[in-house]
């Protein structure tokens, strides 16, 4: 499975962007999907992560009110709205997914980064403020 994030951009602080993830060569519709960044200077950091069923979510606690992330599975694509962006969210997203495994709940949210086993590529995200 490849994935593609897109979706970056320079705005301004207040503003919104949709993140998109979509997936190739494979089908998400039943991972575990968690977004990620990494802010300038610093590690990759989890931001939110959604169920392999759809029904568990988690966002930290920065980013939580103000980020949703969701799915569209007839389009193999998994979003990351995120509104009332702030100087702090500027990083580089990326986008992860891990495959249904056997142990695994399907309601479980994943927040370790060696529990992914497919990254994208970045998008990045700049707010000015």
């Known amino acids: 499975v490849q994935l593609q994030a897109s979706g970056g951009g320079l705005v301004q602080a207040g503003a919104s962007l949709r993140l998109s993830c979509a997936a190739s060569?494979?089908?998400?519709?039943?991972?575990?999907v968690g977004w990620w960044r990494q802010r300038p200077g610093k590690g990759r950091e989890f931001a939110a992560g959604?169920?392999?069923?759809?029904?568990?979510?988690y966002y930290i606690n920065s980013v939580k009110g103000r980020f949703t992330i969701s799915r569209e599975s007839d389009k193999n694509v998994v979003y990351l709205q995120m509104n009332n962006l702030q100087p702090e969210d500027t990083a580089v997203y990326y986008c992860?997914?891990?495959?249904?495994?056997?142990?695994?709940?399907?309601?479980?949210?994943?927040?370790?980064?060696?529990?992914?086993?497919?990254w994208g590529q970045g998008t990045q995200v700049t707010v000015s403020s």
């Open positions: 992860a997914a891990r495959a249904f495994q056997t142990g695994d709940y399907r309601n479980e949210v994943y927040i370790s980064l060696h529990e992914y086993s497919y």
């Open positions: 060569g494979g089908t998400v519709s039943r991972h575990a």
């Open positions: 959604i169920s392999n069923d759809d029904t568990g979510t």
